[in-house]
């Protein structure tokens, strides 16, 4: 890894395996992959350096202004669902053999305030989810049309590329930054406990970072019982930004301010 990718890394416990990857998940396997492309590197607390995950002391005991924020995606699907146009690639979530497994989350693509393109079923254990055409299956974000797209959105999705791989492991849901460029990331799990303030991390290219904890969850399942009076709130949903980030530390204090952005909507059942 270091040789090929990553020349400053330190220690094997900086890297995570791809799920990807036939070795995954192997333990004791008649062979070991090396192939550094296989692995990404983890996001700890610390890397890469925010400024976007930190507060500052002002804002550590406000409650979140949802006023402004991340609609929910049933709120729209009537009026902003333009339709796709057909391309050459694959669509898993449409396929017969699919259609009889249970899905473990849906993916919705919006932009700004608008969801655009319908929402996309995962059924396997991972999705890319990307702009141009690659081989194999996933979401195609390039496929879906919306007029008068501005200026800003079209910069922003010239920067998704190879996007995110999107997979669920024993511990959770992971996201792989393919793209050669930063997202941004939240979910209840990521957030302090016990406080409505956002925490919004960045992850940089070729780093990986546990988007939704299983066991911290359950933990923090009251959460949802509680009345807030600032706005919705889903113990179930993470939220990706591509290239521009959001929360109390960016110009941009809502994410429904950021030109590119999926909303993950996870499934109860595990």
């Not at 983890?42 to 350096?49: A, K, Q, T």
């Not at 922003?156 to 190879?162: H, M």
């Not at 509680?226 to 993470?238: A, E, M």
Request: charged share 20%; glycine share 6%; with cysteine.
């Amino acid at each position: 890894g270091k040789l090929f990718r990553w020349p400053d890394l330190q220690h094997p416990a900086e890297l995570k395996p791809l799920c990807e990857c036939q070795s995954f998940g192997v333990a004791d396997g008649p062979t070991v992959c090396c192939n550094p492309y296989h692995f990404s590197r983890l996001c700890g607390p610390e890397s890469p350096p925010p400024p976007y995950s930190r507060l500052s002391p002002n804002d550590e005991q406000k409650p979140l202004d949802l006023s402004d924020s991340t609609l929910s995606y049933t709120e729209t699907e009537a009026t902003n669902s333009p339709n796709v146009t057909p391309g050459d690639f694959s669509d898993a979530s449409t396929s017969p053999d699919a259609v009889k497994r249970s899905h473990w989350c849906n993916v919705a693509y919006w932009e700004h305030r608008t969801r655009v393109g319908r929402l996309y079923t995962v059924y396997e254990q991972s999705v890319s989810i990307f702009y141009d055409l690659p081989q194999g299956n996933g979401f195609c974000l390039g496929q879906l049309n919306l007029d008068n797209r501005s200026e800003t959105v079209r910069r922003t999705r010239s920067k998704i590329g190879y996007g995110i791989l999107l997979s669920k492991e024993p511990d959770g849901v992971w996201a792989y930054n393919r793209s050669e460029h930063p997202i941004f990331v939240n979910s209840p799990t990521l957030d302090i406990p016990n406080c409505r303030t956002l925490i919004v991390r960045k992850v940089m290219p070729g780093y990986s970072i546990k988007v939704f904890d299983y066991e911290k969850s359950c933990l923090l399942q009251h959460t949802a019982e509680l009345d807030y009076t600032d706005g919705p709130y889903d113990p179930n949903s993470v939220r990706i930004s591509f290239a521009k980030g959001w929360g109390p530390c960016y110009s941009r204090q809502f994410i429904t301010s950021c030109p590119c952005w999926l909303e993950i909507l996870l499934s109860n059942n595990r």
